[in-house]
């Protein structure tokens, strides 16, 4: 009765303060466990996949993290295969993570409705031109690009890559550096983007790097 009585005493008081009561058990549990980073294989007997190995860079705890995937590429390796390879890889990009890869804390930045083409007249050989401007993009979705495009469409031997927007400005250079890996956010917090090197060492276009 004692206990009943002070448990009545004290309901009364929470409502005299407005506090309303609930019948649901309040937990505010444990810190939130981290993201793997790491997808986990299906279960059951792996298929054999068929086509191009490539790796692609996912967003997972706030930084960049290579992805395995398949696809089917071009099969000459030429410059020209240059614009449909960065497609290939641009698709890759912008579909959801599978469901292991979600569940290990994966995700993608890369707009549904962005797309890319080979480069313009007075371009170089290198460069890819996307329908929205480069520093119009989500910082992480253009950190992806560079350094999946940079990992397998390298420039001049280096993890890089030479994008230009719709518009008629000059394609710019992106370095896909460690510190672009662990912090994707350096395109909205510096100005990332270089003018293009010309072959004498001199900046090829007019502009900040």
Same mark, same amino acid.
């Given at each position: 009765?004692?206990?009943? %009585?002070? @448990?009545? %005493?004290?309901?009364?008081?929470? /409502? ?25 294989? $299906? ?22 993290? $290579?992805?395995?995937?398949?696809? !089917? ?9 240059? $614009? ?10 912008? =579909?959801?993570?599978? +469901? ?7 995700? #993608? ?14 371009? +170089? ?12 993009? +989500? !910082?992480? %979705? @253009?950190? =992806?690009?560079?350094? #999946?495009?940079? #990992?397998?469409? $390298? ?23 460690? /510190? ?7 395109? =909205?917090? /510096? ?7 010309? +072959? ?10």
């Amino acid at each position: 009765m004692r206990r009943a %009585a002070v @448990l009545l %005493a004290l309901a009364l008081t929470a /409502a005299g303060c407005g506090i309303r009561g609930t019948s649901v058990p309040v937990d505010a549990g444990g810190a939130p466990s981290r993201v793997s980073c790491r997808a986990e294989e $299906p279960a059951g007997v792996p298929e054999v996949p068929v086509g191009d190995p490539v790796r692609i860079y996912l967003v997972c705890s706030s930084a960049l993290v $290579p992805v395995e995937r398949t696809v !089917s590429l071009p099969k000459g390796g030429t410059s020209e295969d240059r $614009p449909e390879v960065a497609r290939t890889l641009l698709d890759e990009l912008r =579909q959801r993570p599978a +469901p292991g890869e979600e569940d290990a804390g994966f995700d #993608t930045a890369v707009p549904d409705d962005l797309t890319v083409s080979g480069p313009r007249a007075g371009d +170089p050989d290198d460069a890819l031109r996307l329908n929205i401007r480069p520093e119009d993009l +989500p !910082s992480f %979705a @253009l950190a =992806q690009l560079v350094c #999946t495009y940079g #990992t397998r469409l $390298p420039v001049d031997g280096k993890r890089a890559a030479v994008l230009g927007g719709p518009d008629a400005a000059a394609p710019r250079y992106y370095g896909c550096s460690d /510190a672009v890996l662990r912090h994707p956010d350096i395109a =909205q917090h /510096a100005d990332w983007g270089s003018p293009v090197p010309t +072959p004498d060492g001199t900046d090829g276009a007019d502009g900040e790097g």
